[in-house]
């Protein structure tokens, strides 16, 4: 899997839920902790703590800087 995308499982994972994520932010109106639900993630302060690493920001200023 490595060798053919560059990148682990579980990384493809998150960038994949991380790239939904942002698309949801900037399509709809649901709330951040519905959102980090339906894209995967159990715990909301593991999404937030994700996508800041990510995107070095969070998801709610993401949302409001792209609105």
């Avoid at 994949?16 to 993630?41: C, H, N, P, W, Y």
Wanted: hydrophobic residues 35%; positive net charge.
């Amino acid at each position: 899997f490595k060798d053919q995308l560059g990148v682990s499982p579980i990384r493809y994972l998150q960038n994949k839920r991380m790239e939904k994520a942002l698309l949801l932010l900037e399509t709809t109106d649901l709330s951040v902790a519905d959102i980090s639900q339906q894209v995967g993630f159990q715990s909301l302060a593991y999404f937030c703590q994700l996508f800041k690493k990510t995107y070095k920001t969070t998801p709610t200023s993401y949302r409001n800087n792209n609105d």
